[in-house]
């Protein structure tokens, strides 16, 4: 990890990027069910999104 509190930040942020482009995928209406049935995928769904904090990326 980053020692600089601005670098973890940033990094929170394209950790949460990662994880919120498949998981959009996955959930849409077109999107196959056996998608969300993927272990991989599926253990996307609970992570928190759109404005909740990511503070346990930073320690917090």
Known sequence: MPRSKTK???LAQV???DALTP???AWTTDAPARIREIEAV???WPWPCCG???AWLRGG
């Open 52 to 54: 909740r904090s990511f």
């Open 8 to 10: 973890r930040e940033r």
């Open 15 to 17: 950790f949460r990027q």
């Open 23 to 25: 998981r959009r995928a």
């Open 42 to 44: 599926a253990l996307l």
